[in-house]
């Protein structure tokens, strides 16, 4: 099963989608509340409410029995599931029959690659098409879209947006690849998106250029993000010119050269401060930029990293619909509130990593995996934000990186991040789906990023699991 079939099968799963839109039905999409979820549960609506339909969207953390119970008590026509979903084929079809359909990246137990449901699930592993990289849900629901309509292109800048934000900017310079890189082609060749090799600062065209470094989490730099006063005084030891006539210079007005004095100046501060490589830190300050061409020059929306910043703030911090709004076209309030959420969420953010440097017995460090212990500082919903900084991080380049916090249901929740430059063959996905597994926790994921929930009376045991599984990895590489 390759692309070809996806394209074959695509036809009768949109011609299903077709007749439950037209028919008037009410839809209920459920989806996951980070930015992919939030993206490719507002690319089903779209173009479910172009074809008449009427649809609800609900945010969620995970696709749990009691969710399906809850779901079922509502009674809607049909429901939809996006960016969720893996292994919950049966227990839905015992809640809801057939009246369910699931569009999603993950990868899933073998039963439902080609089972009894395959005409209900739409998934990019069932055609060889690694979900981690190579398309998202966002990038799955697009598909449908287009298949359903080909006036639903004009979608493919959002399912841009949602590759991005889930990560999947792992080719040469943080380009997109594989399917993903089709939909970046459609958007382009629609004038709906530009893509260029830059800096990867944050406010390219409208932040002061120390603020611009200073508001770049990816890759965390201890020392100068968040703290534009060292990002000044960086940038004017280093001989920037800063203003122009009185006014903030901003990086899409430097010239190439200025911008390999910049580069200079930051690998030395890495090198010094971090005794760290800085290659890789500069590596990943260079890269592929993603420019959402028709939005605002001066809105955040404009570039696609930080459009996938502001979803996933909106998620992270339970106001998904805000999220929604700005996805399905509100640029007011929505989109106010968008900007709102996203200065609270950088600084929550900066005061988690603080403390996270500062109480270093927070931080357990062998050289090849840190254990971050976010307990009583982290917020359940964070985890995820903190530990794709931290992997990010030259401070920790080249290790597995695990962060955990007792949730409010007295689980806790890891989620785990192949940092910087890691070079170690194990998969995360498997590790943690499998050691989670083994002390009666659920998880999952991709080759490089994973999470899981595990009973708080096994933490020592799962820990345990995790420390011998690695070293049993290591060995089965190198023999
Ligand atoms: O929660 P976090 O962002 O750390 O999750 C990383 C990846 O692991 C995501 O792709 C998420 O969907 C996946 N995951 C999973 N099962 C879980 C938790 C996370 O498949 N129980």
Redesign the pocket.
Known sequence: MGVNELYRDLKPFCEKIRSIGENGNEIFIIT?L?ADGIISASIICSSLTRLGAKCTIRTVS?LTLDLIEQIQSENHDFYMVT??G?GMANELFKALNNKWMIIDH??IPSEEMLGDYNDQILNAWKYSIDG?KEICAGGMAYLVANTLDRKNRDLSSIAVVSAIA?RQDQGDKKSLIGMNSEIVKTAQSLGLISVDLDLMFTGRETRPLHEALAYTSFPYIDGLTWDTENCYTLFKNAGVKMKDNGRWRALSEISQEEKSIILDAIAKFVATSSQNIAANVIDNLMGYRYTLINEDQRSQLRDAREFGTMLNACGRIRKAGVGIGICMGDRNTMLAQGEEIVVNYRTTLRNYLSAIFAEKWRLVDDGESVFVNGEGLLTEDM???V??ILGESPTFSGRLLF?RTLAKDGTY?????KCLGCKIESN??LL??TC?ESVGG?????FA?????IPSTRLEHFLQNLRSSIVHDRFATAS
């Open positions: 996951h980070d995970d960016d969720l893996g993950h990868q981690g889930d985890v995820s934000a530990a794709s962060v929740k890891f989620s785990s991040r995360l996905g943690i789906r989670s659920i998880g999952g994921g991709h990023t994973a999470g899981c929930r």
